[in-house]
């Protein structure tokens, strides 16, 4: 079954408590959290303040997206604070194996992500010890990007690398899905859709954007 797990970067931060429960009563399956420090990616965004502040509001999975330098410095705190799920990026993660494993040795989900260039054969090393793989379909940053489609052969890859070793790990999509990138990145092998503009600028709500989503998965 097609999860949808909706992007806060694209949220209302006026009104996020309303935000978050309109996802939620939408049928939301996870929330996505997009941490950024101006360093790794070109823009800041929040930190473990607003993990802790929607996991307050909220008994859905919360997934920490650390698009920072020296991610392996901040796992603690954001598990803390209450992200179940903790993605790091293969690029600038030194010592992935050891994070990875400080992540599942507390109890929390692991996952790493890969930016649209990275290959997939990169993960071989690594993906039998993961509970989720992200693949970037744009360059991280910014919500609103177009879809890049050359990711869709790297999907596949993970996904028959995940079938062949049956192994138990999800696989997610995040950058530019909406309504008509999702049935491509479905067919292609994931099972998990992250999507910010798509939905929190639905325009005729959260809850129409998620039920169209969900729709064309």
């Given amino acids: 079954m097609i999860q949808i797990a909706p992007s806060i970067l694209s949220a209302d ?11 939620e009563q939408a049928g939301a399956d996870r ?3 997009d941490v ?21 509001l ?17 796992i603690n705190v954001f598990m803390e604070a209450g992200a179940d799920v903790i993605i790091v990026h293969q690029e600038n993660t030194t010592h992935l194996h050891r994070v990875v494993q400080s992540i599942r040795e507390q109890g929390k989900q692991a ?24 693949v970037m379909s744009v360059n991280p940053g910014f919500s609103g990007q177009r ?9 596949r890859e993970i996904r028959d690398t ?20 999702a049935p491509a990145a479905v067919t292609a092998g ?7 503009t798509a939905v929190f600028k639905h325009p005729d709500g959260v809850a129409e954007g998620i039920r169209i989503l969900r729709g064309h998965a």
């Fill in 147 to 155: 879809f890049i489609e050359s990711v869709l052969p790297k999907i």
């Fill in 36 to 56: 950024m420090d101006g360093r790794f990616v070109p823009n800041i965004s929040m930190g473990p303040f607003i993990v802790e502040a929607i996991n307050s």
């Fill in 31 to 33: 929330i996505h959290i």
């Fill in 13 to 23: 931060f006026t009104r996020l408590a309303d935000e978050v429960r309109a996802v």
């Fill in 162 to 181: 995940i079938t062949d070793r049956e192994i138990t790990c999800d696989l997610e999509v995040d950058g530019g899905v909406n309504a008509d990138t």
């Fill in 190 to 196: 994931v099972n998990i859709l992250v999507a910010a």
């Fill in 111 to 134: 996952g790493v992500a890969l930016n649209p260039a990275t290959p997939a054969h990169v993960l071989d090393g690594i993906i039998d010890e993961l509970d989720l793989v992200l």
């Fill in 58 to 74: 909220t008994e859905l999975p919360l997934e920490a997206h650390l698009m920072i330098e020296e991610p392996d410095r901040y």
